[in-house]
């Protein structure tokens, strides 16, 4: 028996209606798009995202950056495992070296991915091309095709494209939650004449405007398809949460049988309902939520 190729997709992903008495009371209709179905290593938009940047680095081995929970870091590791790949992955943080590996990098270092720890103030300099050559150097990985922290490239944002694509004639609405971006600057880009994309970023900052266009204008030439921010669903910043969130996030696996990741999905969720009770969305509107990641390994880091 031939074992069953491990990087074919599941695509198009699928696409479920679920009852929510909190947005049926308002007359709207809410349904889940589950890219974090698509494979079972590579989850959610990591498959959009990485697939064109894995062919564009015609087998040279990857290099690319992260935090010490990065699902992209984990995802790039996972893909280096699958094709063989050698991968490099660049850690936020010196002080890690020193430490027992948490589980997200232990998952990298068991897919293979070698580890190269820098400071903080090198990290927030990475694209700036001298710091990126020097962190190369030392990591030895002055061959590697680098992809971006998050992913985000264009190369990235045009493989999510077809996530758009793939919920034309499907929602008036698609919303998706949003750390670099890309996967808003390319869904948006796919949708059709009448759909609107709304991102809800994790982050602080409110940057992430002006860093979409760019996105958008590398990928596609200038800003695509109609897409807007609601910056109020961050609940501190990237990696934090609260107990309301974990108390939404429970609620939403008990009430619909579906794992919620924490730092992403959980806010763009808890932010749809918000919205749906502030009337945000006109009576009759369908909604696609971008089911975007898993929880790993099965609970989370703890709140910050
Ligand atoms: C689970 C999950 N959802 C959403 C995103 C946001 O994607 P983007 O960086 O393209 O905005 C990420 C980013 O890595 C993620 O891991």
Not at 44 to 71: C, D, M, Q
Not at 153 to 170: D, I, M, P, Y
Not at 267 to 293: C, H, N, Q
Request: hydrophobic residues 40%.
């Amino acid at each position: 028996m031939t074992s069953p190729d491990p990087l074919v997709p599941r695509l198009p992903s699928p696409l479920q209606e679920v009852g929510d008495d909190r947005f049926e009371r308002y007359g709207l209709r809410l349904l889940l798009k589950r890219d974090d179905l698509i494979h079972t290593h590579l989850i959610g938009n990591k498959w959009r995202k990485l697939v064109p940047n894995i062919e564009a680095a015609k087998g040279r081995p990857l290099a690319t950056f992260g935090g010490a929970y990065s699902n992209h870091l984990r995802a790039t590791a996972a893909a280096g495992r699958l094709l063989r790949l050698p991968t490099v992955g660049v850690v936020r943080g010196e002080e890690l070296a020193d430490r027992p590996l948490n589980p997200s990098l232990a998952r990298c270092a068991a897919d293979g991915m070698r580890l190269h720890f820098v400071d903080r103030s090198t990290y927030r300099r990475k694209t700036e091309p001298e710091t990126l050559a020097a962190i190369l150097r030392a990591a030895g990985a002055e061959e590697a095709y680098v992809v971006p922290e998050g992913g985000s490239n264009g190369a990235a944002v045009q493989g999510c494209r077809a996530l758009g694509e793939e919920l034309r004639g499907h929602a008036d609405v698609v919303a998706v939650a949003c750390g670099t971006g890309g996967t808003l600057a390319g869904l948006a880009a796919g949708l059709t004449a009448g759909q609107r994309a709304l991102g809800v970023p994790v982050l602080r900052g409110g940057f992430l405007e002006r860093d979409i266009q760019a996105l958008q204008e590398r990928a596609f030439g200038g800003r695509t398809g109609s897409w807007s921010l609601d910056e109020r669903f961050h609940f501190g910043g990237y990696a934090r949460t609260t107990p309301e969130l974990h108390g939404f996030a429970q609620d939403f696996e008990d009430r619909h049988g579906l794992p919620v990741e924490r730092l992403y999905v959980a806010k763009l969720l808890y932010g749809l309902v918000a919205l749906a009770d502030e009337g945000a969305f006109p009576r009759g509107t369908t909604i696609a939520a971008v089911v975007t990641g898993r929880p790993f390994p099965q609970g989370q880091p703890a709140s910050r």
